[in-house]
């Protein structure tokens, strides 16, 4: 299991994972001790708080997957800088999302040709639980960057 989540970064560490609800829930963090400031770009090693991200990915063995990743807030040491703390970014998740990058790019090759309430059956039943509603976004959402 170690393998398949090192593929989304390979700093990701996994720290318990169990069953809950028919869902594979694997708890992880980052190794890193430091991050770089996303608005100033001075690198940090002060840890001001941790907080858990509830994440969405897809399904390991037809078990529904749900990472729990155990994020770092940094003080941004730039007096400079706008910002007085920042959280850990993650590359295999776009801004504020609640799924991977990999389960969105699934959900909208998985509803091509289809709509959203036609294709959310399909994805209900293997791939992840989500409303015909979040599929019609991503969908919209996904035109519109291919302008």
């Known amino acids: 299991m170690e393998e398949i989540i090192k593929k989304l970064d390979k700093k990701l560490k996994i720290l318990n994972y169990e069953y809950i609800d028919e869902n594979l829930v694997i708890t992880i963090t980052r ?9 100033c770009g001075k690198k940090s090693n002060n840890i001001h708080s941790r ?14 997957v749900v990472l729990k990743i155990k994020a770092k807030v940094f003080f941004c040491k730039n007096p400079k800088c706008t910002v007085n703390t920042f959280a850990e970014q993650f590359n295999f998740i776009e801004g504020h999302s609640r799924m991977t990058t990999r389960l969105k790019n699934r959900i909208i090759d998985t509803s091509k040709g289809m709509s959203a309430r036609a294709s959310k059956p399909v994805i209900n039943n293997g791939i992840t639980n989500i409303s015909d509603d979040t599929i019609l ?7 519109k960057n291919d302008r």
Request: positive net charge; glycine residues 0%; charged residues 35%.
């Open 31 to 39: 190794i890193n001790k430091s991050d770089i400031c996303p608005c």
């Open 51 to 64: 907080y858990m991200r509830t994440i969405k990915d897809l399904p390991i063995q037809e078990n529904k």
């Open 137 to 143: 976004r991503l969908i919209k959402k996904n035109s």
